[in-house]
């Protein structure tokens, strides 16, 4: 569906003060390639400003690269802008495509004659996305008067009205609520599997790309850095495991040789340690008698902030 293949886009920016004004050159995307089957579900990371909207750009037809070759389901996105532009949908957590004062259903209506959506199909559309996102209940209401939660499910429905092969969702759960989340993300993985759309996902929470998206592809100053499953990358950068300790009585020494202890105190400790848990917990077990224990994994934010502030990935691409 999308094929990208050595991308590369920069931007002349002004650089020195107001008196001596000069140009350079920022590379916002360098050499950047990959691929994404129809219906596959993708998220898009990387620190602010490492190139995602850039990259995104290029892929709606917004902008046109210094160089590389894009295709999205075989037209160049700048070139075909027409045609391409009908077969994308979008949602900007941010923004709303609705019209604020118009009741949802006739925002619906207007985009299905901006789209040319044939009536039948219109309405077969409007009936699922109601039952599968319950808009029902503010159909009838103004964009502006909606929650957040309920202007996001309305927004998904707007930009699927068309039927469109690829989907790009820019932070589709920021500021919902546990529930409006999960039926936003159990909406997409929905989308995409049933009807086999496209899904290009930006977003700074782990957990909707956890829930939704099995692969990842990190970009980082322009370059792309990791392009995967979430579980290699959790495996691979994941970081130690800790194991918390309470011992039946304080212990005189809770340092164990071949455990890193991260913090003692009362009966309590805490320790790190790669790998299987079976061997560190038969050295606790031997050292002293105890009477609870808790393994607990690294998660995936503490990872990916990890990568970030270390540069991790970075060094296998230098
Ligand atoms: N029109 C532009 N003119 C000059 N520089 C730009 C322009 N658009 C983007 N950049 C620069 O290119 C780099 C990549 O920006 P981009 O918006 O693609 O990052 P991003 O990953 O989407 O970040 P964020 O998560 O903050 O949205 C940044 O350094 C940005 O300042």
Redesign the pocket.
């Known amino acids: 569906m999308i094929e990208v293949q050595h991308l590369s886009k920069s931007?002349?920016?002004r650089q020195g003060g107001l008196l001596s004004p000069a140009t350079g050159i920022?590379t916002?995307?360098r050499d950047v390639s990959f691929s994404v089957g129809r219906g596959e579900i993708v998220g898009y990371l990387?620190?602010?400003?490492?190139?995602?909207?850039?990259?995104?750009?290029v892929l709606t037809g917004l902008l046109v690269p210094d160089s590389g070759e894009v295709t999205v389901g075989g037209l160049t996105p700048w070139k075909h802008r027409r045609e391409h532009v009908a077969r994308l949908g979008a949602v900007f957590g941010q923004r709303t495509t609705l019209w604020w004062d118009l009741p949802v259903r006739e925002s619906l209506e207007l985009l299905r004659h901006v789209y040319r959506v044939p009536e039948g199909r219109f309405r077969e559309n409007v009936a699922l996305f109601t039952d599968l996102l319950d808009l029902g209940p503010f159909l009838n209401t103004p964009a502006r008067s909606l929650s957040l939660g309920q202007r996001m499910r309305a927004d998904l429905a707007a930009a699927l009205l068309h039927d469109p092969e690829l989907l790009f969702l820019d932070e589709p759960t920021v500021g919902l609520d546990v529930i409006a989340r999960e039926r936003v993300r159990e909406f997409v993985a929905h989308t995409a599997r049933e009807r086999g759309v496209t899904v290009l996902l930006?977003t700074?929470d782990l957990t909707d790309v956890q829930r939704l998206a099995g692969r990842v592809m990190i970009?980082d100053h322009?370059q792309l850095l990791f392009d995967g499953q979430l579980n290699d990358l959790q495996a691979r950068y994941g970081g130690a495991r800790e194991v918390q300790v309470d011992y039946e009585t304080p212990p005189a020494d809770p340092r164990i040789p071949g455990l890193e202890l991260l913090s003692a105190g009362g009966v309590r400790a805490v320790y790190a340690f790669h790998g299987p848990a079976a061997a560190p917990i038969a050295l606790i077990t031997a050292h002293a008698p105890i009477r609870d224990l808790t393994v607990r994994e690294p998660d995936i934010d503490t990872t990916v902030r990890r990568i970030y502030e270390q540069d991790l990935l970075h060094a296998g691409v230098r």
Do not use: L, Y
């Open positions: 931007f002349r920016v920022m916002a995307v990387g620190p602010n400003g490492a190139g995602k909207s850039t990259t995104i750009k930006t700074h970009i322009g």
